[in-house]
């Protein structure tokens, strides 16, 4: 038996044929075994690992997945025998495999043992063929695969370089240039990259290319960062420029077990590959937390401090795409601060808290968090506008608009924000935050009902994005035109809603991929929900839509659509107060609507009494992308409701 999960999660039997292990589920319940290392977990793990909400009877679920992983690894077990791969320990289950028998120890172990012995070469080279993809590629993306998959994704990284730096400590390395010169594009924050790169040109002979590929890192460094190369790449440059390269066989520096290879980052490259989306954004968010780490590990408070704030990439949405990775920066960010104290350099300060109040838009904030984001954002645009920095208020106003949800109805607010963000960045040739700055002002225009000047600020966003290659533009945008077709299809001569739908559905598809899960996760299904509520129809049902973060405050609707009256009222009952966000009108106009049709009164009111200040608004317009119609329908008839209850 073998498991593999360096690519998919797969079990091979040991004549190589495939052992069906059943569906997401079953798969992820062995990919986290595997990652426990044979470890016990307990069953509250699994199942907080496996749910973000689980479900009523998440425990029974995990049994009968466990059961059928064991019928399937060992299929000739007889019955009550104790199964002998994946075991019941204390109030959880383990993995008992030889690590040989998963490819991911076998890859750890392999390369622990090159690290003390260069003639582990080979194998480490078997090692990183036996790489299918990205670690647990099929299993949800959890925070446990998250977590699992930075890690292991560092080290493999390491030993691409490892490898590279034995063969060119042996001589054999010459054929190496075109293999680490993807390596490099692919990770240019990385100098031993940089280095192992220059050495394989130096030993084919190339020594110009050589010396030509180190003054590139040079000016990456310098110009992006402000940093000069590490000792490591300043050295090489000397011993190329005089010939004293060591000769073949000699050894250079080796990383101890356990030391991290990651050096000075660019957070340059991560900033503009964040605006392609897709991988390159997933990526980028990878790479930018890498280079907050590699900057801390330096103990250098002024260069981390210039890392975690370099990042300075426009956001739109109020909710955090990969929320721990957020409060990591936040955490990084806060700890900088405190550390520099009030003495730090005003330009370095108001970054870093402009930093804490982008990056904590995370939709559990509350509180005291809430209220600490909250003064982080105003105390770095004071500091902005003191030092009279036009790109550091740009950055800093963005922080002040994705605070400025504290409660329904600011899309005034909002759009006073984004017009200065405009204004700023045109005058200063900002061309990123002048996207940014449209799209804010077509969220504010849309929440106001303004159609016009929303397909204003659209048309005009587009046209930026092509000059500036931000292909998430046109993406955003498609949702917008949903909006309003599915906004005009309520009129006389409009469009039918069954257009607006498949315009919805076509803006879901590009988004799909286009690497934001924080903003794709139950848009789709909340904007046909929008969309059956202007046309007086009931809540979608089908069992396949992903409600994503939204589903509290769909349920009771849905419920209601199936005739589930009684459980629709629990429902409703459980509905907790919405995330502040830019869904926050539509999460209290579902609330109020669901209300009025239970009978709910003091729901109902309660709901009422959120959605006055947004009475002129139209609710989950704010977002630029759906709509439930105009807020004033659900408040009138929360009210409506309540004044009958009252007489």
Do not use: K
């Not at 990526?283 to 704030?309: C, E, F, K, P, Y």
């Not at 006055?612 to 807020?631: F, K, N």
């Amino acid at each position: 038996m073998r498991i593999d999960v360096l690519g998919a999660v797969r079990a091979l039997r040991d004549d190589g044929s495939p052992v069906d292990l059943g569906g997401p589920r079953h798969r992820e319940v062995l990919a986290r075994l595997v990652a426990a290392e044979g470890r016990m977990v307990t069953t509250d793990t699994l199942v907080d690992d496996l749910w973000s909400d689980p479900p009523v009877r998440a425990v029974g679920a995990l049994r009968t997945f466990v059961a059928a992983l064991r019928r399937a690894l060992e299929p000739d077990r007889p019955p009550r025998t104790p199964p002998r791969v994946i075991v019941t320990e204390g109030p959880g289950y383990a993995l008992l495999l030889p690590r040989e028998d998963v490819d991911v120890h076998r890859f750890e172990d392999t390369l622990s043992r090159a690290r003390r012995a260069p003639d582990a070469v080979t194998d480490l080279a078997a090692a990183l063929a036996a790489w299918r993809g990205p670690a647990y590629a099929d299993v949800a993306d959890s925070v446990w695969a998250q977590r699992e998959r930075t890690r292991l994704e560092e080290l493999r990284l390491e030993g691409v370089e490892l490898r590279a730096r034995i063969l060119l400590d042996s001589g054999e390395g010459s054929g190496l240039v075109a293999e680490l010169g993807a390596h490099v594009a692919e990770h240019p924050w990385r100098e031993p990259a940089w280095e192992l790169l220059a050495r394989a040109l130096d030993r084919a002979g190339r020594r110009a290319d050589a010396l030509a590929t180190l003054r590139r890192a040079r000016a990456m460094l310098v110009g992006h960062l402000g940093l000069d190369p590490g000792p490591a790449l300043q050295s090489l440059e000397t011993e190329i420029l005089n010939g004293s390269m060591p000769l073949e066989g000699a050894r250079t520096a080796w990383p101890g077990p356990g030391v991290r290879l990651g050096p000075r980052t660019t957070v340059d490259l991560a900033r503009t590959l964040a605006l392609a989306g897709g991988d390159a954004l997933v990526h980028s968010r990878r790479d930018r937390l890498a280079a907050v780490q590699a900057a801390q590990r330096t103990g250098d408070l002024l260069l981390t401090a210039r890392v975690i704030g370099a990042y300075d990439v426009p956001a739109v949405w109020s909710r955090a795409d990969d929320p721990e990775q957020s409060r990591a920066v936040v955490a990084a960010a806060e700890r900088t601060l405190a550390a520099l104290g009030p003495d730090s350099p005003a330009d370095l300060t108001a970054r870093l808290l402009a930093t804490v109040a982008v990056e904590s838009r995370s939709a559990d904030l509350s509180g005291t968090d809430l209220e600490h984001a909250h003064q982080a954002a105003r105390r770095s645009e004071a500091l902005a506008r003191e030092l009279a920095d036009p790109a550091l208020l740009a950055f800093a106003l963005n922080g002040v608009f994705l605070q400025s949800f504290s409660r329904p109805g600011l899309a005034t607010v909002r759009d006073s924000v984004g017009a200065e963000i405009l204004d700023l960045a045109t005058r200063h040739d900002l061309p990123n935050f002048t996207v940014l700055g449209r799209l804010v002002r077509l969220q504010s225009a849309s929440a106001l009902g303004d159609l016009d000047a929303a397909a204003s600020h659209a048309h005009a966003a587009e046209r930026l994005a092509a000059a500036t290659e931000a292909p998430l533009v046109p993406v955003l945008t498609a949702w917008f035109r949903a909006r309003a077709t599915a906004d005009r299809s309520t009129e006389p001569g409009g469009p039918a809603a069954a257009t607006a739908a498949a315009h919805y559905r076509a803006a879901e598809d590009a988004l799909r991929t286009a690497g934001m899960p924080g903003l794709h996760r139950g848009l789709f299904p909340l904007a046909l929900l929008g969309l059956r509520l202007l046309h007086d129809r009931p809540a979608p049902t089908d069992p396949r839509l992903d409600w994503g973060p939204y589903l509290p405050w769909a349920r009771p609707l849905v419920l209601l659509a199936q005739d589930r009256g009684e459980e629709a009222r629990t429902a409703l009952t459980a509905v907790p107060e919405p995330a502040r966000d830019h869904m926050q009108e539509a999460m209290w106009c579902l609330t109020a609507h669901a209300a009025v049709r239970l009978g709910e009164g003091g729901i109902a009111a309660r709901a009422a009494t959120a959605l006055r200040c947004a009475r002129a608004e139209h609710a989950g317009a704010a977002s630029g992308m759906l709509t439930l119609g105009p807020v004033a329908r659900y408040l009138a008839e929360a009210e409506e409701h309540v004044g009958a209850t009252v007489t």
